[in-house]
């Protein structure tokens, strides 16, 4: 029976400042802005990024909640590290980029035998570029970053655990990852299936503190997996009751896509996502991906309330529409749409988010 994870859906940070963000994740990284929305939880404004390859491929996004109200605590319990696809050889081109952009970075490094780098955004958070030889997803390329040496989107994720027994457990009996070896502190697991985005490696840290739960600059806040359909979904939150693990959400509307979220043991928050009809690509074209705010329709109205209390952006000229930039547009899978499926109930949220007072 094919299993209901497939691998990385996006992985979710907290940066400080926005435009920080966004020049570190375009400029440095080289990603595509895909997205500008905002939070759907809560009743302050903040933006949510999204940044993906040029398809703003399943498995390519990190997300950004810039969240420059309170800082947080990077510790174990969390997603310690983004890790992106480069091809073979072109870890000599980040290093000197990293370099060059004044990134802190880690020099080269090897695990499971592959040689990768990481590097530190300034919000503190880390991410890393790690060679992988058959990944064919379509890079975004900048006047920096090459189509050679591109990011291809995720190799996968690292997270730390202070002690890996249960967070094993949770991964393999709940999530159906398989363990395919242990490298020192890293301990390696896969999502059968084919293609990129499906390694999680934990990292075993005993002595590292653990790190806050809430949003906070500079920590990262969940990974999330595509379980496809809201079918797959529903049936996902069935095994996580099935095993005891009691404390699963409801199914949310994230508009682009389902969401359900559980706290794992490590103390790292897991999100499995569906797809909807369209993705990414519902409210704007495909050459126009990222280039102004969109709210879902359910925060409409009160656009003008949000809108004065975000920090003002300047999009990446990268990022604006150009032609022969982008491949034809790959909108997520329907398959959710089959009669032969339920229709699953989906919460929303919706705050009142309030004009602040003059004076404050
Ligand atoms: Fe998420």
């Not at 293609?195 to 490696?201: A, K, L, Q, T």
């Not at 519902?282 to 409409?300: I, M, R, S, V």
């Not at 209390?309 to 000229?317: D, F, K, W, Y």
């Amino acid at each position: 029976m094919k299993n209901l994870v497939q691998g990385i859906h996006h992985l979710t940070l907290c940066p400080g400042g926005a435009q920080q963000d966004i020049d570190f994740l375009t400029q440095v990284l080289g990603q595509r802005l895909v997205k500008q929305t905002v939070l759907m939880d809560g009743s302050i404004p903040i933006y949510h990024f999204y940044y993906g390859n040029a398809d703003a491929d399943v498995g390519s996004i990190a997300t950004c909640f810039p969240y420059s109200r309170k800082p947080g605590r990077a510790g174990s319990g969390q997603l310690s590290c983004t890790s992106y696809t480069v091809p073979v050889g072109a870890i000599p081109f980040w290093k000197e980029h990293f370099d060059r952009r004044r990134a802190d970075n880690s020099g080269v490094q090897e695990r499971f035998g592959t040689k990768y780098l990481r590097a530190r955004h300034p919000a503190g958070l880390l991410f890393e570029v790690i060679e992988e030889p058959s990944d064919a997803r379509n890079p975004w390329t900048t006047t920096e970053v090459s189509r050679d040496v591109a990011t291809r989107g995720f190799f996968g994720a690292v997270l730390s655990v202070r002690d890996p027994r249960e967070q094993e457990s949770f991964f393999v009996d709940a999530l159906g990852f398989r363990k395919v070896g242990v490298d020192g502190p890293y301990h390696r697991f896969e999502v059968p299936g084919t293609g990129p985005g499906r390694i999680v490696d934990l990292h075993v840290e005993p002595e590292r503190t653990p790190g806050s739960w809430g949003f906070g600059a500079g920590t990262a806040h969940h990974i999330a997996f595509n379980v496809e359909t809201d079918a797959a979904l529903a049936k996902q939150k069935a095994v996580y009751e099935e095993l005891g693990y009691t404390d699963a959400s409801e199914i949310k509307d994230r508009f682009y896509f389902h969401s359900m979220y559980v706290r794992s043991p490590g103390g790292i928050l897991v999100e499995c996502t569906a797809n909807v009809p369209g993705g990414f690509y519902q409210d704007e074209a495909p050459e126009e991906l990222g280039t102004k705010l969109h709210l879902p329709p359910w925060f409409e109205e009160q656009r003008a309330a949000i809108v004065a209390q975000l920090e003002p952006i300047t999009v990446p000229e990268e990022n604006r529409p150009k032609s022969g930039a982008t491949s034809a547009p790959r909108p997520a899978t329907a398959a959710h749409k089959s009669a032969a499926e339920p229709a699953i109930p989906v919460s929303r949220t919706k705050a009142a988010f309030e004009t602040p007072k003059q004076g404050r």
